[in-house]
């Protein structure tokens, strides 16, 4: 499994911007897909997760409100649509979706999920 993540760049703080995620080697119609991101100097932390099933979700507190994270089973992808971005939402970026079918909204482990590389996000102030 290979994950393509792209819709990276620089914006201005209370910008938008979307991420995509496509997956090769097989669809996300029966799995689950989520975004992490790392900033310079800090752990990986999770984002977002969607459901194999592409509705329930779950958010990090940090961005609940802004980000919004959808599957698009036609375009075998997983999106995440960022608005009123800060500062501190600068990082790079990773996409991920589990290796068992069928998984929730909820974050796993890390050893549970693929990795996709990752995309950088950098919002001036």
């Known amino acids: 499994v290979q994950l393509q993540a792209s819709g990276g760049g620089l914006v201005q703080a209370g910008d938008s911007l979307t991420l995509s995620c496509a997956a090769s080697?097989?669809?996300?119609?029966?799995?689950?897909g989520a975004w992490f991101r790392q900033a310079p100097g800090k752990e990986r932390e999770f984002v977002a997760q969607?459901?194999?099933?592409?509705?329930?979700?779950s958010y990090a507190d940090s961005v609940r409100g802004r980000f919004t994270i959808s599957k698009n089973n036609a375009k075998n992808t997983v999106n995440l649509q960022m608005s009123s971005l800060k500062p501190e939402d600068t990082a790079v970026y990773y996409c991920?979706?589990?290796?068992?079918?069928?998984?929730?909204?909820?974050?796993?482990?890390?050893?549970?999920?693929?990795w996709g590389q990752g995309t950088q996000v950098t919002v001036s102030s």
């Open positions: 991920a979706t589990e290796m068992r079918p069928y998984g929730s909204s909820h974050r796993k482990l890390p050893t549970t999920y693929y």
């Open positions: 080697g097989r669809t996300f119609t029966n799995y689950n």
């Open positions: 969607v459901s194999w099933s592409g509705g329930p979700t």
